[in-house]
């Protein structure tokens, strides 16, 4: 029996996913991920420093701003120049925003409908609004205002929320004013009851059990919650720093896919995202979130077993709400401040950029989907001469395989169809993006 | 200012600048108070609340207030509610009173002009009249000269022979002596009361602290005058253009200044202060409830300008070029007069500094 | 309206899938957008619908850069009855085609070893260089007043009517402060097409042309604008301005 | 001031219309019979002239300046009774949307705008009509006029791009019948040829009718004709290249260019003289024109003429 989807839907970029099961044993499991690539890497040799940001900002649709600032930090690093600590609380508030936003398409647009539309034979977003449920609950207002909410900060900040524009090496062309910063604040409190009840929508979710190989990987700072920098830590403990990454880790082409698998060199399946972060480092959540995260990562007190930490990738969905929480509240709290520093009027934006240098500079953020690796070489006129970009979905392609084929093990009897959706819901759960993946 | 008969004299009282500011803040009361904000040539025309945000002293802006508040950017003139089935339009007038602050000859030309465009003829533009009505215009001669201005060329400045179309006419006409103001001065500016309006507006405000100008500040304003005139740098043959342009259309003046620097980015029309050309198009919401018809500025340098079915007359850049360099210096029949009235933006705010009169020139040569 | 919803499709080629996500998730007409339509296919959006049609509308994203794609794309355009060109990568080649300026063989091989040889990937190439197009929905991401345009047109059966201008005439009509003219930025505003609002320079930044070069473009006026600033080297001027989002059409213009 | 009355009757507020019947006169062109039932815009008064043009149109779509192939009855306060027409060639986005129009739809219109034939000129003279493709509709209400006109005589001349693009057959069978006016008709495209069989169909009738189609560009039938210069006044509708020759032949007879009359297109979004789109040289073709005489247009940039 031949299992195939060629082109999975609700997951950004193109992929597929394929495997046999003959005399009850599983063979040739493949995701493949076909997605044409752009060849970023090639496509930025020769072009100028302060060009990178815009270019690599085209590799995602969802995620534009961490690419942005990835590369923009390690081209930063790379001529030698400091951005002013205001620059860094605003790189926040971009990097937050969009998080929450992307986590917000992922857990409404692409996985409820897995959840909400089984058995009902309804699976896109637009079918499952229709449910009789769903519209009772007004799912399509909360989504939107919770939307139009973070798209507003990151709207604010960048210029536009898809692709922003003044965000640029160096830092901002142009930063909100006081009273603009202040329209974000109550927007974000007129959406946070129904970013909540979507928290929790989605944190009731019954979903599937399952248990991965895999280890978690995440950045992680002392006094937060790491996002744009931090140490590299694992489920065994620190690995190293973010210089150390291409030492840490390597990279392997897989003859079928156009993506290529990321892992630790050291051998294993690695995951990386919001599941590996709220495992790594949930005592950095913001109050509202602990709880939550707590219940997700150690279990629920009356059934604790000994298998401490959470190991289910579906779980990747609850963590996800958890993080909406997490930074939700810090979007408050980082505007709260922008706007008692910006009542002296606007604070001052940049003119002109920091001049080329040569140099080598890499930087590693949490993207939404986990860990992501930009670096670079520039030379003396401030030109690119090398390039090197790993993605989340490249760091967890290897543990996607690897726990699909103990999925459709540990489900062989199951009837094709039921199989097939149920490998589909385990990729949709690791919120792979594959147009970066290939890039 | 010879010549000017005595009736005329009894609406001119010479105010120091402290009355005026106080004078312009009680007529806030009544008007939104707009003026040049950010001094130089690139002031720009700003609602403001206190008379210190302005710099009188500004020589230019890129907008021109007349037509940045009288012929809006972008303007919603229709609207139909699809499920009612039912056209509106209005209000008129849109918004509150205003009151242009500050406005230079060469711009209160160009709105005596736009009234032309919009009020003449057979049909007023009920947004334009509408908003021209409730428009307090303060006038204010020049007291420099950029290098790019040409007015004295059309006789739109630099300073204002208009009689009417607007309401106060201010010259700064020296200091006070010992009193405190802007950078340790407080200027005295003669203000002239054109229009009814504005002498029923200073019968209710007592113009007590003013002076009635004597003689000799007549003469001094007449010796400035003379003294700016002289200060102007660019020249052109005002009356020979017209018949040099008209019989040379193919000149490679105008080739060759379209093809090797005119981006056809229309800055030049939509910083002119007489450019009046909109596009009006019909916009729908997704939710298809209501349509609105929507006037926005639209230029001439454009290439879809003149496109018709079957044809595009003006497909060739320096055609597009052609057409605007003729239109502010050329085509008088069309409303009487010039359509330049010589503010020099067009040049200003080129990217690559395209010089109509040089075009001219070169044309005439 | 009440009668049969018009059936679109939206298609992703070689892109980074903003188009699509524009239009599922960012525009601020959502709600309204799926009442209106039947997304009949829409990968990004559904994992049910089929690509067969037939379509009212098609919405097509990204560059072609493989074989199989020209295949698929003609079936898309005889299976719809309007068929539009979404952002640029699909309209300019926007950033997919800066492939375009290197080698081949030097591009891919700085990002691909052992899997070069599995590649099928091409020159990129904008749609319309395959099928007709009925129109452009500029931008990267994609204006929305074009976007809402080309989503009520179609629900109206009309003609749409999108921006051909420049971004000076949006920037003039905001009165922004003119970077170039004022701040000597390299602004590519004067040839490239609107549709975004005049978003950099309102930023002051300069424009960097990721809506295309409108039809009228005067590059190497504009070229020359840039030399006079004189911060540029000539490779500069070439690289960042006229091939970020251009690099397909490098020809001059009326 | 701006009363509430004046607001109302906004320029920019359309007025309604039925549309009370239709009628395909060639392909991709479309007569429409239209009659107005309530509306804001300033008209009451306004007397239509042959010649002039309405900005035709539907909300969400646009307008379109269009020129009347049939004029209302003139009694302009009794709006039932003023059925009118519009001939339209299906060019783009507004005239491609009423296309799809059918009896009893509303449209739109706003007019009726600029200054039309001088027709007053034409008294005691020989009137010469010179026509290309759609360019006979704005002139179609002249000729049914000319009996009243007092003229010395009326010729019209004719061209199309094939037979079976001629509009008005039946009009032109009439008139050629009535007497008032001689005709004469060219194709660029002849019948016999490869076309023959599309778009020939239904021509027999007409033919014999008409007498003969002659092929050729319509210089042809303006050559050999005899002029007397002075008492001669010309109207000249259609494309501007038709305009221009047959304007120069016309020249070439002897006619001074103020006796001869031509119909400008341009673009246009007001008709009302503001949005500037139509401009020639310093004129406003919505309200200084459409019709022109060759004299005033003679030497202005960006005209073919
Ligand atoms: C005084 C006058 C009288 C007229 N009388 C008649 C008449 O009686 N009957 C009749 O059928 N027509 C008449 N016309 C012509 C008619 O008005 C035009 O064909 C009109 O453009 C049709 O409008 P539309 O919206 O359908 O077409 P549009 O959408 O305006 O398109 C018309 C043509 O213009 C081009 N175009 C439009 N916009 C652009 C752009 N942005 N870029 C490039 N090209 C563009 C297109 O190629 C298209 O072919 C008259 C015109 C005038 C000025
Ligand atoms: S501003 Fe200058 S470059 Fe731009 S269209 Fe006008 S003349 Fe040409
Ligand atoms: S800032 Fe750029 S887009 Fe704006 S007017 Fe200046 S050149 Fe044009
Ligand atoms: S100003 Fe230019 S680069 Fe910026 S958003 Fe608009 S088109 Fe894109």
């Not at chain 1, 993207?367 to 670096?375: Q, T």
């Not at chain 1, 699909?404 to 149920?422: D, F, Q, T, W, Y």
């Not at chain 2, 342009?245 to 060759?256: I, N, T, V, W």
């Not at chain 4, 120069?248 to 008709?271: P, T």
């Amino acid at each position: 029996m031949r299992i195939r989807t060629e082109y999975l839907g609700r997951v950004e970029g193109e992929a597929g996913v394929s495997f046999k099961i003959e005399g009850g044993r599983l063979k040739d499991l493949r995701i493949n991920i076909w997605e044409p690539p752009r060849f970023f890497e090639g496509m930025l040799v020769g072009r100028r420093y302060d060009e990178v940001p815009d270019i690599v900002a085209r590799i995602c649709g969802i995620c534009p701003v961490s690419h942005m600032l990835t590369s923009i930090r390690a081209i930063e690093k790379a001529i030698g120049f400091e951005p002013a600590p205001e620059t860094l609380a605003a790189r926040k508030l971009m990097a937050y925003s969009q998080i929450a936003s992307s986590h917000l398409v992922h857990l409404v647009m692409l996985a409820l409908p897995d959840y909400e539309g089984q058995g009902k034979g309804e699976n896109s977003l637009m079918e499952v609004l229709r449910l009789p449920d769903m519209e009772k609950s007004g799912l399509l207002k909360k989504f939107t205002s919770v939307k139009e909410a973070l798209n507003g900060i990151t709207r604010a900040f960048g210029g536009r929320a898809l692709h922003p524009v003044s965000m640029v090496v160096g830092g901002f062309t142009s930063l909100p004013g006081e009273t603009e910063t202040r329209l974000l604040i109550s927007a974000l409190g007129a959406a946070e009851r129904d970013m909540e009840d979507i928290a929790e929508m989605m944190s009731e979710l019954k979903l599937p059990q399952f248990e991965s190989a895999s280890v978690p990987v995440s950045l992680s700072e002392d006094g937060g919650y790491a996002v744009n920098s931090g140490l590299i830590v694992s489920g065994a403990g620190l690995e190293g720093q973010e210089d150390d990454y291409e030492r840490l880790f390597e990279e392997k082409e897989a003859l079928y896919s156009n993506a290529k698998k990321t892992s630790l060199k050291r051998g294993g399946q690695i995951m990386t995202g919001a599941l590996a972060r709220v495992s790594l480092q949930h005592r950095w959540l913001a109050p509202k979130a602990r709880k939550p995260a707590f219940l997700l990562v150690e279990g629920p007190p009356s059934q604790k077993n000994k298998n401490k930490k959470n190991k289910n990738p579906f779980h990747n969905i609850t963590a996800q709400a958890v993080e909406l929480l997490h930074f939700w509240q810090e979007c408050k709290e980082l505007l709260e401040a922008a706007a008692a520093s910006l009542n002296q009027g606007r604070q001052k934006p940049l003119r002109g950029i920091p001049p080329a240098r040569e140099g080598k500079g890499s930087a590693l953020t949490e993207a939404p989907r986990g860990l992501l690796y930009h670096s670079y070489e520039v030379d003396r006129t401030g030109t690119v001469r090398r390039a090197n970009i790993v993605t989340p979905t490249a760091h967890n392609y290897l543990a996607m395989e690897q726990d699909l084929s103990g999925l459709v093990e540990a489900n062989i009897g199951m009837p094709e169809e039921r199989l097939k959706g149920l490998a589909e819901m385990l990729i949709r759960a690791y919120d792979p993006c594959f147009s970066c993946s290939v890039h | 200012m010879t010549g000017v008969n005595a009736s005329q004299r009894n609406y001119r009282v010479i105010l120091p600048e402290n009355a005026l500011a106080r004078w312009l803040e009680w007529l806030g009361g009544f008007y939104t108070l707009t003026g040049p904000v950010g001094g130089g040539v690139a002031a720009r025309f700003t609602e403001i609340s206190k008379f210190e945000q302005m710099d009188l002293d500004y020589q230019s802006t890129m907008l021109p207030p007349g037509k940045k508040y009288l012929f809006e950017p972008v303007e919603e003139v229709l609207s139909f509610d699809v499920s009612e089935g039912v056209f509106s339009s209005g209000p008129y007038p849109p918004g509150r009173k205003r009151a242009l602050i500050g406005v230079h000859p060469c711009d209160v030309n160009a709105i005596l002009y736009l009234d032309m465009v919009f009020l003449s003829g057979p049909y007023a533009d009920p947004f334009y009249r509408a908003r021209r009505e409730n428009t307090f215009i303060i006038a204010l001669n020049c007291k420099s000269v950029t290098g790019l201005c040409f007015c004295h060329l059309v006789g739109a400045g630099p300073y204002l022979k208009a009689v009417s179309g607007y309401d106060i006419l201010l010259t700064e006409i020296g200091e006070e002596e010992g009193a405190e103001r802007r950078g340790g001065k407080n200027r005295k500016f003669m203000v002239e009361l054109v229009s009814e309006k504005a002498r029923e507006l200073c019968d209710v405000f007592p113009f007590s602290m003013g002076e009635q100008p004597e003689e000799k500040d007549f003469e001094k304003m007449s010796r400035m005058e003379a003294a700016l005139l002289k200060s102007f740098r660019k020249n052109l043959d005002m009356e020979g253009v017209q018949s040099a342009l008209l019989s040379r259309p193919d000149h490679h003046a105008l080739k060759e200044t379209a093809d090797s620097r005119c981006l056809s980015c229309s800055n030049c029309v939509m910083v002119c202060p007489t450019c009046f050309c909109h596009d009006v198009m019909d916009k729908t919401d997704v939710s298809l409830s209501r349509s609105r018809r929507v006037r926005r500025w639209d230029a001439c340098q454009d290439i879809s300008f003149a496109q018709v079915h079957g044809g595009n007359f003006r497909a060739q850049r320096h055609a597009r070029l052609r057409q605007f360099v003729y239109h502010k210096l050329d085509y008088e029949e069309q409303f009487g007069r010039k359509g330049t009235v010589g503010c020099g933006r067009c040049i200003r705010w080129c990217p690559t500094g395209i010089d109509l009169t040089e075009i001219a020139r070169a044309m005439m040569e | 309206m009440g009668a049969r919803r018009p059936r679109a499709g939206f298609f992703k080629f070689t892109c980074c899938s903003g188009c699509g996500f524009e239009l599922a998730y960012f525009q601020r007409c959502l709600e309204e957008t799926l009442a209106a339509f039947d997304f009949a296919f829409f990968r990004l959006a559904s994992s049910s619908g089929t690509p067969e049609g037939p379509f009212d509308l098609s919405l097509v994203e990204g560059a072609v850069t493989e074989p199989f794609q020209i295949i698929e794309l003609k079936k898309i355009r005889q299976r719809s009855k309007v068929l539009y060109a979404i952002g640029s990568c699909a309209i300019t080649g926007g950033i997919p085609a800066i492939k375009a300026l290197a080698p081949e063989a030097q591009v891919e091989g700085a990002a691909y070893k052992e899997r070069l040889y599995g590649l099928a990937s091409t020159r990129p190439h904008v749609i319309n260089d395959y099928v007709q197009v009925d129109g452009f929905i500029r931008g990267c991401p994609p204006g929305e007043r074009d976007l809402f345009e080309a989503l009520s047109s179609a629900l109206m059966g009309k003609d749409p009517e999108f921006t051909e201008y420049s971004v000076c005439m949006e920037c003039k009509m905001a009165d922004n402060k003119c970077v170039l003219v004022e701040e000597g930025l390299p602004c590519m505003g004067p040839v490239t097409n609107a549709g975004c609002g005049a978003l950099c320079p309102a930023h002051h930044r300069a424009c960097y042309g990721c809506f295309g070069l409108m039809g009228q473009a005067n590059i190497h006026a504009l070229k020359g604008r840039f030399r006079e600033l004189g911060h540029f080297s000539e490779e500069d001027i070439e690289n960042r301005f006229f091939t970020l989002f251009g690099a397909l059409g490098k020809t001059e213009r009326k | 001031m701006i009363t509430r009355e004046t607001a109302k009757k906004s320029l920019h507020v359309p007025v309604r219309a039925v549309i009370k019947g239709v009628k395909d006169e060639a392909p991709g062109v479309r007569t429409l019979l239209l009659e107005p039932v309530e509306g804001q815009f300033p008209r009451a008064g306004r007397v239509s002239r042959p010649g002039q043009f309405n900005m035709l149109g539907y909300p969400g779509v646009g307008e379109a300046p269009i020129s009347y192939s049939m004029l209302p009855p003139g009694k302009t306060d009794a709006k039932a009774e003023e059925l009118f027409g519009h001939t339209i060639r299906r060019a783009g986005r507004v005239t491609g949307y009423l296309e799809k129009f059918k009896e009893e739809d509303e449209i739109f219109f706003r007019g009726p705008f600029g200054r039309g034939w001088p027709v007053e000129e034409a008294r005691g003279k020989h009137l010469l009509l010179i026509t290309g493709g759609l360019g006979l509709a704005p002139l179609k209400p002249v000729i049914e006029m000319a009996p009243s006109l007092g003229l010395a005589g009326a010729t019209l001349l004719h061209g199309a791009r094939t037979a079976g693009d001629i509009i008005f057959k039946a009009e032109l069978a009439r008139w050629k019948t009535g007497g008032a006016v001689e005709i004469g008709l060219t194709v660029d495209n002849p019948p016999g040829n490869f076309f023959k069989k599309r778009q020939d169909r239904g021509l027999e009738g007409f033919e014999k009718a008409i007498g003969e189609i002659r092929t050729g560009l319509i210089t042809e039938l303006i050559r050999p004709l005899q002029i007397d210069p002075a008492k001669t006044v010309a109207f000249i509708c259609g494309p501007e290249i038709m305009m221009r020759f047959a304007s120069r032949d016309l020249m070439m007879k002897g006619m001074g260019g103020a006796g001869i009359y031509v119909s400008m297109e341009r673009r246009m979004r007001c008709g009302t003289g503001h949005c500037g789109h139509c401009q020639i040289g310093p004129w406003f073709t919505c309200k200084d024109g459409p019709v022109f005489s060759c004299a005033q247009l003679r030497g202005l940039p960006d005209v073919i003429i």
